[in-house]
C-alpha cells in the first residue's frame, strides 16, 4: 500500500519510521529538511509539496500538524489536498485541534469524494517510537476499519469514539483532566513534602490509595522520569497549554462550564510566561516551590 505523510515532527518522524518498518511504501513531505532526510534514510520518498503527496498514486494520506490552522492550509488551501487528491483516497489528520475544525476539514473531504478520520493520538514521543500509541478515532465505520492496519503499524490500541470529530472529543476531554490531574498530584505532592514527608515514600502512599492516577503514579512531578532529568523532554508545558486552550474553546462553543480546566489554563499560562514551556508539564510542581 502506498501511503502519503505530511507532518515529521517529534511525532510524525517517528510514526512514518514505523510505517516504513511494517513495509509499507511512503511519500513525505514536511517543511524541515532535516526530518525529511531521516525518512529517506529509511526508505521514504521525499516531495515537494503536499500537492505532490496528493498526486503521487496514494491510497491513503496521514496528517500529523501542529495546529488547526495549520490542517486547515494543507487540506483546503489552493494547493492543498484536496484540490489536487484524488476521490476515494482516505484521509486521515492525527494532528490535535477542536472537535469543530475537524468536523469542517472532514465535511470538505467528503463533499469532493474522500473518506476521512481525525485520529489523534496519545502516548508522546515514546510511543510514536515504540509503535504503542493509542489512537482516538472519529468517522465511520467502515473508514475506521480500512484505517486500522495502517494504524495498527503506528500504535496497539485503536479506539473507534464514534463520528467525525470525536477522535478529537476523547483527546480534548482526555488531555483536560491530565492537565487538572497532574496539577492536582503537584499540590498534593509539595504539601507533604513541606509537611515533612519522604517524596517517594509519599507517592507509593498515593499509588496505593484513593488518590491515584496516571499523573502520581508514571509522571510523578517529584520522583517520575521527568523529575529525574530535570524536566527535559515528555510532554512539554507549552503542549499541554495548547490542549487546555483547545478544551477551553471547545466548552466556549457549546456553552460548557470547564472551571478547573480554566483555573489549570491560567497556571500553565504562568508556568509558561516565566520561560518553562519546553519543560515537561509535570515541572509545574515547580510553582509551588517558589520561597
Known amino acids: 500500500m502506498r501511503i502519503g505523510f505530511i507532518g515529521l515532527g517529534n511525532m510524525g518522524g517517528p510514526m512514518a519510521a514505523n510505517l516504513l518498518k511494517a513495509g509499507f511504501d511512503l511519500s513525505v513531505f514536511d517543511l524541515s529538511a532535516k526530518a525529511v532526510e531521516a525518512a529517506v ?16 498514486d496514494v ?6 500538524l501542529p495546529a488547526a490552522a495549520h490542517v486547515k492550509q494543507v487540506f483546503l488551501g489552493d494547493d492543498g489536498l484536496l484540490a489536487n487528491v484524488q476521490p476515494g483516497v482516505l484521509l486521515i489528520d492525527s494532528s490535535t485541534i477542536d472537535p469543530l475544525n475537524a468536523r469542517e476539514v472532514s465535511a470538505a473531504a467528503h463533499a469532493h469524494g474522500n473518506p476521512m478520520l ?14 504503542t500509541l493509542t489512537f482516538m478515532v472519529g468517522g465511520e465505520q467502515a473508514d475506521f476499519e480500512r484505517a486500522r492496519p495502517v494504524l495498527a503499524a503506528m500504535g496497539k490500541n485503536i479506539v473507534h469514539c464514534g463520528g467525525t470529530g470525536n477522535g478529537q472529543v476523547a483527546k480534548v476531554a482526555n488531555n483536560l483532566l491530565l492537565g487538572i490531574s497532574m496539577i492536582g498530584v503537584a499540590e498534593a505532592m509539595s504539601l507533604g513534602v513541606k509537611l515533612g514527608m519522604d517524596a517517594d515514600v509519599l507517592a507509593g502512599i498515593i499509588n496505593t490509595s484513593s488518590g491515584r492516577c496516571w499523573s502520581s503514579e508514571v509522571n510523578n512531578p517529584l520522583t517520575g522520569a521527568p523529575a529525574a532529568r530535570g524536566y527535559s523532554g515528555g ?28 483555573l489549570a489554563q491560567q497556571l500553565f499560562q504562568t508556568f509558561s510566561n516565566q ?11 515547580k510553582l509551588y516551590q517558589q520561597d
Open 235 to 262: 510532554f512539554g508545558t507549552d503542549l499541554m497549554l495548547k490542549d487546555l486552550g483547545l478544551a477551553s474553546e471547545a466548552a466556549r462553543q457549546v456553552r460548557q462550564p470547564v472551571l478547573l480546566g480554566s
Open 41 to 56: 534514510a529509511l526508505g521514504a520518498r521525499a516531495l515537494p509539496s503536499p500537492a505532490e503527496v496528493a498526486r503521487d
Open 275 to 285: 520561560g518553562n514551556g519546553q519543560l515537561d508539564f509535570s515541572a509545574i510542581v
Open 118 to 131: 481525525d485520529a489523534p493520538v496519545s502516548g508522546g514521543t515514546a510511543g510514536a517510537a515504540a509503535g
Open 59 to 64: 491510497e491513503v494520506i496521514i496528517t500529523m
